[in-house]
């Protein structure tokens, strides 16, 4: 059984950082595709990141140059650094693995994949 857990959300002011956390059990597949995706109250969900098992990244225009992800593979983790944050970055946040995919791009993450219980993120002005 996959699970993820998600942790590092929080409460920051418009320009601050924040390091998300993603604990990955059960995913035994020699490739991958996992990544983050949010959603805002009211609004889709919005895949924001994603990285492969060769470490091929691909983002949203919305978080590119502000937002990095990366993974230590011996601790089975996911991590999403986000610098600059702004008020619209403001949603919860999910790590996803993709069951199965095509091709391993942000805007596919929210869709057939494996995801944890999410965490806040709040950015005021």
């Given at each position: ?52 098992s060769n470490g091929s990244t ?25 610098n600059s944050l702004q008020p619209?970055?403001?949603a919860m946040y999910y790590c ?30």
């Amino acid at each position: 059984q996959v699970q993820l857990v998600e942790s590092g959300g929080g409460s920051v002011q418009a320009g601050g950082s924040l390091r998300l956390s993603c604990v990955v059990s059960g995913y035994t597949s020699i490739s991958s595709c996992m990544g983050w995706f949010r959603q805002a109250p009211g609004k889709e969900r919005e895949g924001i990141v994603v990285i492969d098992s060769n470490g091929s990244t691909n983002y949203a225009e919305s978080v590119k140059g502000r937002f990095t992800i990366s993974k230590d593979n011996a601790k089975n983790t996911l991590y999403l650094q986000m610098n600059s944050l702004q008020p619209e970055d403001t949603a919860m946040y999910y790590c996803a693995v993709k069951k199965r995919w095509d091709l391993c791009i942000a805007s596919e993450l929210p869709y057939g994949n494996y995801w944890g219980q999410g965490t806040q993120v709040a950015v005021s002005s």
